[in-house]
């Protein structure tokens, strides 16, 4: 059993207990949602949730009235906080299919959540002495039984090779669910849509669209060169 599926045990079995003081367990269980709510259905009141919002202190929402939320009461249960427990969550994620998210550096608990979340390979792009890199990534990596490619591209100085070897990467784990990070998603969001022009087929305009989701605003001239020169190569 996991940290999460225990707290939300434990939070269910508390919540419950609270509902049987307040509605004298007069009342039918519904469902459990993706987001980690309960609801729950009597006589008397139209509809009760059980939950917690954006990882904050979990509540119950009485909903006097539902679904007008202007009457809503809330009971603050003394619980632990609970985190997103989402890839989602990682600073400048931007997931691009099923299969490939891109990011900034995530955390140790990230990386546990993306191996929860099915992913299979990491891919970071960051040298391991880029602010917030963690000690050890790569063991923390291969012990959550995920891949662990380490392609380092400096910062000013991106290459021709670093490409290759990015292309090569990818097209070798090109089925698995796959994390792609960096520092902060720029030196990803350049490369991945370099390689989407090249094998997907995406147009110049998509690639920029996409890279200035992180990009917009900067002006890097090392990397619009190296960029223009990746793309004078392409089919």
């Known amino acids: 059993m996991t940290t999460k599926d225990k707290c939300l045990g434990d939070y269910i079995h508390a919540a419950q207990r609270l509902l049987d003081h307040q509605l004298n367990g007069a009342y039918e269980l519904c469902e459990i949602h993706k987001a980690l709510l309960i609801g729950v259905r009597n006589a008397t009141n139209p509809?009760?949730?059980v939950g917690w919002e954006s990882g904050e202190t979990p509540t119950i929402v009485h909903c006097l009235s539902f679904p007008d939320e202007s009457k809503l009461r809330t009971i603050h249960l003394h619980m632990p906080k609970i985190a997103h427990m989402s890839t989602q969550d990682i600073?400048?994620?931007?997931?691009?299919?099923?299969l490939i998210t891109t990011s900034g550096q995530p955390t140790e608990d990230q990386l546990k959540d993306a191996a929860a979340e099915g992913f299979s390979t990491v891919i970071n792009l960051a040298p391991h002495n880029s602010r917030n890199a963690l000690p050890d990534e790569a063991g923390l990596v291969g012990s959550l039984g995920m891949t662990y490619c380490y392609i380092p591209v400096k910062w000013d100085n991106p290459t021709e090779s670093d490409f290759a070897t990015f292309e090569k990467t990818l097209l070798e784990h090109a089925s698995d669910k796959t994390l792609i990070h960096c520092?902060?998603?720029f030196r990803v969001t350049a490369f991945y849509s370099l390689y989407a022009q090249k094998h997907f087929g995406w147009t110049k305009q998509q690639a920029e669209d996409f890279r200035a989701k992180i990009w917009e605003g900067s002006d890097f001239g090392e990397w619009e060169d190296f960029?223009?020169?990746i793309r004078a190569q392409l089919p």
């Open 47 to 49: 509809y009760v949730v």
């Open 91 to 98: 600073y400048n994620a931007i997931q691009i299919n099923d």
């Open 183 to 185: 520092a902060a998603n």
């Open 227 to 229: 960029i223009n020169l």
